[in-house]
């Protein structure tokens, strides 16, 4: 039972290239999340995905895209990559669907720079 | 929306002695209060919750108090150890399952 698993660790783009981190867990969870961690400034919800189908912003979603590609895959697009993009950017999962809270549970990070 | 504010944002404490962090919540709707903790270069990692319809919870040498009046809730460690030194996270939601998230206090303990 891996929990929440994000590939790739680690990545070095160049300003203006597209890529895709990928998230996947495997805890049957109805809702998964993105967010960035930066020093100083906590997690940042990105994106979120209440359950499959659907995903609704969060608290800092310009420059990102998502895909909820199955119950077990929530995926995280940068189109153009910008330096201010440079985080560290955490997938999490939770039972919650609908309207209530459950603990989330965290993969360990993918690490980003832009340069 | 939610705002959540996290104090201190440094704390420093010889190992045995205790530890607060302290959050406020801007929404009065936020039902759900969890506290992440975060060793460097790791992933957040639950250690204790707390839902509204309580006032306390304890595991061991961890609990959280929630005082919804003031909207205001504390995290408090007893016993100290070295291996509590990390990153402390507290966060707030509401029924939308969105968890908003202090600023973090870096816990350091000192032998």
């Known amino acids: 039972n891996a929990g929440v698993t994000q590939t790739p660790k680690f990545q070095v783009l160049k300003t203006g290239q597209s890529m895709t981190l990928q998230c996947a867990q495997d805890?049957?969870?109805?809702?998964m999340y993105w967010y960035r961690q930066d020093p100083g400034m906590g997690l940042r919800l990105i994106y979120y995905s209440a359950s499959e189908g659907t995903t609704d912003k969060g608290e800092v979603p310009n420059g990102y895209n998502v895909s909820r590609l199955n119950k077990r895959e929530f995926s995280l697009r940068l189109e153009s990559a910008a330096p201010s993009q440079t985080s560290v950017y955490f997938c999490a999962s939770s039972e919650a669907g609908g309207l209530s809270n459950q603990p989330q549970h965290f993969g360990d990070g993918t690490r980003l720079s832009i340069l | 929306g939610e705002n959540v504010e996290q104090h201190p944002s440094t704390l420093s404490v010889q190992e045995g002695d205790s530890a607060v962090i302290k959050c406020t919540y801007s929404d009065s709707a936020s039902n759900y209060f969890p506290w992440y903790k975060q060793e460097l270069g790791k992933r957040p990692q639950l250690i204790i919750d707390?839902?509204?319809?309580?006032g306390e919870k304890k595991d061991q040498r961890i609990a959280v108090t929630l005082n919804k009046t003031a909207k205001h809730f504390s995290l408090h460690i007893t016993e100290t150890q070295p291996e509590d030194s990390a990153v402390y996270f507290c966060a707030a939601s509401s029924n939308t399952g969105k968890l908003i998230f202090g600023q973090g206090t870096t816990l350091q303990v000192k032998p």
């Open positions: 805890m049957n969870h109805n809702s």
């Open positions: 707390i839902r509204s319809n309580v």
